[in-house]
């Protein structure tokens, strides 16, 4: 019991080092009201700085980013074939469409099991490389930078390596498994294999990510705490779930969060691998926008089925954040 | 006389100075002054993009206005935000024959109905040009009619000669098909999207499926009509058994794969095949024909269209686009612009054919046989140009949805999956159509 307040406290006061909360360092600042007190100027000139740090950011932000967004947001109240058709404004008409459609809810919990799916993957055996590549052995570098080309692979070019392998009548690995006898596979040709392949290829080609950051994170980790768990007895599990992983835990929810959003977000790899198919197993919401907005020339449905994406992409950030805050709550 | 001096330097050199400081500050804005027109190009074959940089520099020299290219392989997007951004094209290729109609509802492009009487409507092939509101849109250089290729060699080893109906089709495949060698009797598309919208519906025409009445009322799953498309998917069903492995991703450039390697015996396909075959297989030049998709009973071929055409865009230089459209006929470079990949562009002017240049070109000398196939699906007696572009009682964003939606690749999986029965996945297919059709 003792034990495990120890370890927790060492790793609590840890993560407060590593989130810049250092209690030490914190106790000797003096707090923002006093300063204020003793030179409002000090003060005011900071804030000036300050803003004048940001603005560019959200000057490139606002241009780039929210008016594109509230552009999208504002044709989903409209009908129209295209961007240089006039547009007919038709209220919530494209919302109700969308989501009374069967379709929008199939490309919605395909998204979710592929996000699942690949960032549980990824994080897993992003994870289990990150701690084998922190094991100090010969060539350790040359591994290090190996384990990382598929991250640093374009999209596209990583997706046609995999669909050439995975070609029924050429791929190699059809190939090698007619060599030993086996039968040939069409690895996109079911909704089940389809979706496995896709899964693997998003899991190789980003758990690198994974990896890096997570490997990165390792560095910090105090030597002593592993030398006090030693002597206490535990083995490398007991310190993987009691030391490394409480310890890095804000590092390791900021990793899913981003993973999650970009995966619930991927479109180019499916895009590139299926298309959808088969028999529109493998559709999901970013492609269904897509596909309304450019295939069926549905402005309104396609930017409706985007922003609800949206929508529910921030809700679901909400939920986590509040059910696993990234600062400890003391 | 001596020259007074400003500020220790002479008039002449302060006047030779600042005249040439004002040219050069002028100088952008000479170079602006000079026209520039923008042409957007979807045709990406290297010696395709090659040439155009050769007419748009030679047009330059010629009529001293710039042509600035810009290749983009599917334009739609691009060309759509151009116009919404302020920044038209001048000039543009298009992949589809609806594409001109839709740009000209929105007010988008010009009419070429003037330079296409100048050359003689009836100079151009059936189903070639976009037509709407008594205008004509788009100058059309490219048939891309799909066909079936056969491997002749093949037929002639078996004694099978090029079918002529749907049994004898089936029989073919069954005959040529021998996966134990990996050879496969019929490559063909089945992924999801326009791939299979545009190469694989032939089988559908050819038993006379529509879509719609002349009123846009969807009649695909009428009594008549949902029999012929059933009819039509329990044939493809039927010629899957002969499809190599991976038929359900398959799209075109696999098609091309099965084909070129001697993996397939037949494929459908329109010249880019026989463009392919010279780039990477000469040695099949002399070991496949070319033939119209088959009726169910024989009779008159049917050929899938796929038109692409040149337009000239609403723009404050549409004078200047139309010169050099107008330049591009008279010094018969689009008959150069053809030569590029003179097996993959299918004239659409019956003068093509006539024309020496072309037809004494040492590529459509090789394949003459087979373009010469090609020339007669223009003939309206022997064969029948259909495709989805062609359904309703006029061009318009309906054939557009229909083409890059899910409609054809879904009804084909369905059955041949065994999913579905050939009625149902009509009933999904109606359905669909419905659902994607705008009546206004």
């Known amino acids: 019991m003792s034990e495990t307040v120890q370890q927790t406290s060492a790793a609590r006061a840890h993560n407060s080092r590593i989130s810049g909360l250092e209690p030490a360092a914190a106790e000797a600042a003096p707090p923002a009201s006093r300063r204020a007190s003793g030179g409002g100027s000090v003060l005011h000139r900071d804030r000036r700085f300050f803003i004048l740090l940001l603005l560019p950011g959200v000057v490139v932000s606002v241009a780039t980013i929210f008016l594109p967004v509230l552009y999208a947001i504002g044709l989903s109240f409209y009908q129209a074939n295209s961007f240089i058709d006039t547009p007919v404004f038709v209220g919530l008409d494209n919302y109700v469409r969308v989501l009374s459609d069967p379709g929008y809810w199939h490309a919605f919990f395909n998204g979710l099991i592929y996000a699942v799916a690949t960032v549980v993957l990824q994080v897993v055996v992003g994870i289990a490389i990150a701690l084998i590549l922190h094991q100090p052995f010969r060539g350790r570098t040359i591994v290090r930078g190996l384990a990382l080309t598929p991250y640093i692979l374009p999209t596209v070019v990583a997706v046609f390596i995999w669909k050439w392998l995975l070609d029924p009548n050429y791929g190699l690995i059809n190939a090698a498994a007619a060599f030993f006898g086996y039968p040939n596979i069409d690895w996109l040709g079911s909704p089940l294999l389809a979706w496995s392949s896709i899964i693997f290829v998003s899991v190789w080609h980003w758990t690198p990510f994974v990896t890096i950051t997570f490997l990165a994170a390792l560095q910090t980790v105090p030597e002593e705490l592993y030398e006090a768990a030693k002597l206490d007895g535990a083995g490398p599990l007991q310190q993987l779930f009691f030391v490394t992983l409480p310890v890095l835990r804000p590092v390791l929810l900021v990793i899913i969060l981003l993973r999650t959003i970009f995966m619930f977000n991927k479109f180019d790899i499916i895009w590139l691998m299926t298309s959808g198919g088969p028999l529109n197993a493998t559709e999901h919401l970013p492609l269904l926008a897509y596909n309304k907005t450019f295939m069926e020339f549905d402005i309104g449905g396609g930017t409706a089925i985007a922003t609800t994406s949206f929508i529910f992409l921030t809700a679901g950030m909400y939920v986590y954040l509040k059910l696993f805050p990234l600062e400890d709550r003391e | ?440």
Not at chain 2, 175 to 187: A, E, F, I
Not at chain 2, 405 to 428: C, F, R, T
Not at chain 2, 433 to 440: A, G, N, P, Q, S
Request: net charge neutral.
């Open chain 2, 1 to 440: 006389m001596k020259q007074p001096k400003l500020i220790g330097i002479s008039r002449r050199s302060f006047l030779g100075t600042a005249t040439a400081g004002a040219a050069t500050l002028a100088m952008p804005g000479i170079l602006r002054a000079q026209t520039e027109l923008r042409y957007l190009n979807h045709e990406t074959d290297p010696r395709t993009v090659a040439f155009l940089r050769t007419l748009a520099a030679d047009y330059e020299k010629e009529a001293g206005v710039r042509v600035r290219i810009e290749t983009e392989p599917d334009p739609w997007v691009k060309l759509t935000t151009s116009i919404k951004a302020g920044k038209p094209y001048d000039f543009m290729s298009l992949p589809s024959i609806t594409d001109p109609v839709l740009l000209a509802k929105s007010d988008a492009i010009v009419p070429v109905t003037d330079i296409v009487k100048e050359q003689g409507i009836e100079d151009f092939g059936p189903r070639s040009l976009s037509q709407f509101k008594d205008d004509i849109w788009g100058y059309p250089y490219d048939y891309n009619s799909v066909c079936l290729y056969y491997r002749s060699d093949w037929l002639s080893e078996k004694g099978l000669r090029v079918p002529t109906d749907w049994d004898s089709f089936i029989a073919v495949l069954q005959t040529l098909h021998d996966p134990d060698n990996r050879r496969y009797g019929y490559t063909q598309t089945l992924a999801t999207g326009g791939d299979s919208s545009w190469a694989n519906t032939g089988f559908l025409w050819s038993n006379d499926v529509r879509f719609y009445d002349e009123k846009w009322d969807v009649i695909l799953d009428t009594p008549d009509i949902k029999k012929r498309t059933a009819e039509a998917l329990a044939f493809i069903k039927k010629t899957a058994d002969f499809s190599p492995p991976g038929l359900m991703s398959a799209k075109l450039k696999e098609v091309i794969a099965n084909f070129v390697s001697g993996t397939a015996a037949v494929a459908p396909y329109a010249g880019r095949l026989m463009s392919n075959i010279q780039d990477n297989a000469p040695e099949l030049a002399d070991k496949f024909v070319l033939g119209p998709y088959v009726r169910p009973k024989g009779g008159q071929g049917v050929v899938t269209g796929g038109v692409d055409v040149f337009a000239i865009g609403k723009t404050d230089k549409v004078e200047e686009a139309k010169k050099l459209l107008r330049w591009m006929i008279k010094n018969d470079k689009i008959t150069d612009f053809q030569l590029t990949l003179p097996l993959h562009y299918q004239p659409v002017q019956f003068s093509s054919y006539q024309n020496k240049r072309w037809s004494s070109n040492p590529l459509v000398e090789k394949y003459k046989d087979k373009l010469a196939v090609m020339r007669s699906f223009l003939d309206e007696k022997e064969t029948k140009i259909d495709g989805i572009q062609y359904q309703g009682p006029n061009y318009s964003p309906n054939q557009g949805r229909l083409y890059n939606s899910d409609l054809i690749s879904s009804m084909y999986q369905n059955v041949v999956a065994g999913k579905m029965s050939p009625e149902e996945a009509v009933d999904l297919g109606a359905a669909k159509i419905r659902e994607l059709t705008d009546k206004v």
